[in-house]
């Protein structure tokens, strides 16, 4: 049997690289998906493609009204909510701390940080009703560290780490366990496409050679840890952060020539 029959789940960001490939998935293993987001052109067209257990709704993760209505569509349009993945997220453009202005670190912690706690706050009252569920919020391999020119989404990241930990000692006993991911480098258009207010995109100054694993993630990669961390096999998990990032947080790999 599917791993996710009878189950509904709410994926924000839904529309991205990443949140396509774990919407695509939820659908295969049973799921009615919802895919929140602010696209709505490609929210709309994903929904159509996948059929009657799918419905996009247009979610904009920093406003509380949105997160409501996200939740009463699919309570509407599918009995109930079993599971929702905080993954939408934005990066700043690259800049020191010093030339950083207020208005970017603003929007970066409302996106990454705000919008993950309103989507917790939203999702609980639904859960409950589900008699239990899950929750994932998708964080980063740069929660775990410090990274230059980075401020606001390190310090965005680093929040849910502690908002994760909280949120699962709030809601163990509502039988909602709640997680956080942390993905490496992921081909998506987060690192092929410049932040807004940006001209390099990641992609440009990055290389994953060095690495254990020299490659890019694949949104796949994330999408398989996803499911298994919202799927029962996971049912003694929560609280816990699972990094995967091909080894990029070892640092570089020896040379052969070297060993
Ligand atoms: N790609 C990477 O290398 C990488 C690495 C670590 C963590 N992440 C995290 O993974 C998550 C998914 O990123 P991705 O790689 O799929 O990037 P992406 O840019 O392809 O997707 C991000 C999605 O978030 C949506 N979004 C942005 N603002 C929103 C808002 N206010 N409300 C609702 N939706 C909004 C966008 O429309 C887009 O669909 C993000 O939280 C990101 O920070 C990405």
Redesign the pocket.
């Known amino acids: 049997m599917p791993r996710f029959d009878n189950q509904t789940v709410l994926v924000?960001?839904?529309?991205?690289?990443?949140?396509?490939?774990h919407v695509r998935a939820f659908h295969a293993e049973g799921a009615n998906v919802v895919i929140?987001?602010?696209?709505a052109e490609?929210?709309a067209a994903l929904a159509d493609e996948l059929g009657p257990r799918a419905r996009f709704t247009h979610?904009?993760?920093?406003?509380e009204s949105?997160w409501s209505a996200a939740v009463l569509a699919t309570e509407s349009a599918f009995g109930a909510l079993n599971v929702l993945v905080?993954?939408?997220?934005?990066?700043n453009p690259p800049a020191t701390i010093e030339d950083t202005d207020q208005a970017t670190w603003s929007r970066v912690l409302?996106?990454?940080l705000t919008?993950t706690f309103l989507g917790i706050k939203a999702a609980v009252p639904a859960l409950r009703r589900a008699a239990g569920g899950v929750i994932v919020n998708?964080?980063?391999?740069?929660a775990l560290g410090g990274t230059a020119h980075y401020a606001p989404?390190v310090a965005s990241?680093w929040a849910v780490r502690g908002l994760t930990r909280t949120a699962a000692l709030e809601l163990g006993r509502d039988h909602i366990r709640v997680n956080a991911?942390?993905?490496?480098?992921?081909?998506?258009?987060?690192?092929h496409?410049p932040a807004a207010g940006a001209t390099a995109a990641?992609a440009d100054f990055y290389s994953p050679e060095p690495f254990a694993i020299p490659r890019?993630?694949e949104?796949t990669d994330?999408t398989r840890l996803l499911l298994f961390l919202t799927s029962s096999e996971a049912s003694f998990i929560t609280g816990s952060e699972y990094v995967i990032d091909g080894g990029l947080l070892l640092g570089p790999a020896l040379r052969t020539e070297a060993a």
């Open positions: 924000t960001g839904g529309t991205g690289g990443q949140g396509t490939s929140g987001d602010i696209d490609r929210g979610l904009d993760v920093i406003d949105s905080n993954n939408a997220g934005v990066q409302d996106i990454n919008g998708i964080a980063s391999t740069m989404y990241k991911i942390h993905p490496g480098v992921i081909a998506t258009p987060f690192i496409e990641i890019l993630g949104p994330v």
